[in-house]
């Protein structure tokens, strides 16, 4: 009898596999569609995106060989949509991390109080960062306004501490916080002393800093900056978040982590020129989704490495 019966099924089993084949090629057809829709979803974020910002630099010289810059969406939009990618509603800003310098760095700074000389090399904005080390941030803006930048402590509740406004400072450029494309705004100046921030844990709840950039149109009557840092109420700062915040998207410089900071990078950095076209390009992009005519609002959290985290990389 299962002899009989084995026939039968192997006539039942051919029967539903040519009914399955169909589905199968329908349903990998579908796939195949969609990774392609993702792929190019992604392709035309990262085109727009710094296809626009590089757009608004000055062309400078035709450089051969130069391989475009690849991007990656990143921060908690993955998928960043890629409509209405308007060249003056993104914002450039680049985290650098002091290390001692190589003989084959362009740049090497001699800091007062230091011993040997300090190259800064590019991080990704996603990165924690290790207590002690010493951070400089960069930013860049493809549009003509006036930048203001403030920073809070971040505690493991989420909770912020007092704002104080960190650029501009009459320290540095006289107090001109005028931004336009291709012009980079050091923090801290490589006139400062220090010219760079010490991560540094100053409670056993702080995770971090939250720096919030905002670019008007016109300077901000109410902000007189001072010689260094200037104190803040928690009012004033939620007020502009409150008024201008709006959703933000953001992606990374593939293979930017690491890089050490160029010679055009460093001058532009001193305002000693513009970056241009041929010039390397942020490690982050942030478009920000603001009205038309609006300013430009965005916070970018440096967060600490936690010892647990800074014990298991050690392990390894």
Not at 231 to 248: I, N
Not at 282 to 303: A, D, N, T, W
Request: proline share 8%; glycine share 8%; charged share 25%.
């Amino acid at each position: 009898m299962r002899a009989k019966n084995v026939p039968q099924r192997v006539g039942a089993r051919t029967r539903r596999s040519s009914l399955v084949r169909p589905w199968a090629a329908a349903c990998l057809l579908a796939l195949l569609a969609a990774a392609a829709a993702a792929q190019s979803n992604d392709d035309g974020t990262r085109g727009l995106w710094d296809t626009a910002f590089m757009q608004q630099r000055p062309p400078g010289r035709a450089a051969r060989g130069v391989r475009r810059p690849a991007y990656r969406p990143a921060g908690a939009n993955k998928a960043a949509r890629t409509e209405t990618a308007a060249g003056k509603a993104v914002v450039g800003i680049t985290v650098w991390r002091l290390r001692p310098s190589t003989p084959t760095d362009e740049v090497r700074q001699l800091i007062h109080g230091q011993e040997g000389a300090w190259t800064p090399e590019r991080v990704n904005a996603e990165e924690p960062l290790r207590e002690g080390e010493r951070v400089q941030i960069t930013v860049e803006a493809p549009r003509s306004g006036y930048l203001y930048v403030f920073d809070r402590e971040v505690s493991a509740d989420r909770s912020l501490g007092d704002p104080y406004l960190i650029f501009p400072t009459t320290a540095l450029r006289g107090g001109d916080n005028l931004v336009k494309a291709g012009r980079v705004i050091e923090i801290p100046s490589s006139e400062d002393r220090p010219p760079f921030y010490t991560i540094k844990k100053s409670r056993p709840d702080y995770t971090g800093e939250l720096l919030t950039v905002l670019i008007t149109d016109a300077p901000l009557a109410e902000l007189s900056p001072g010689p260094g840092a200037l104190k803040l109420t928690k009012e004033q700062v939620s007020s502009y978040e409150k008024r201008w915040g709006a959703a933000v998207d953001n992606i990374e410089l593939v293979d930017g982590p690491g890089t050490p900071m160029t010679v055009a990078e460093k001058k532009a950095a001193e305002g000693k020129r513009l970056l241009t076209r041929s010039d390397p390009m942020p490690q982050s992009i942030y478009r920000v989704r603001s009205k038309p005519g609006e300013p430009l609002l965005l916070s970018v959290f440096l967060r600490i490495k936690l010892q647990s985290q800074h014990d298991n990389a050690s392990a390894l």
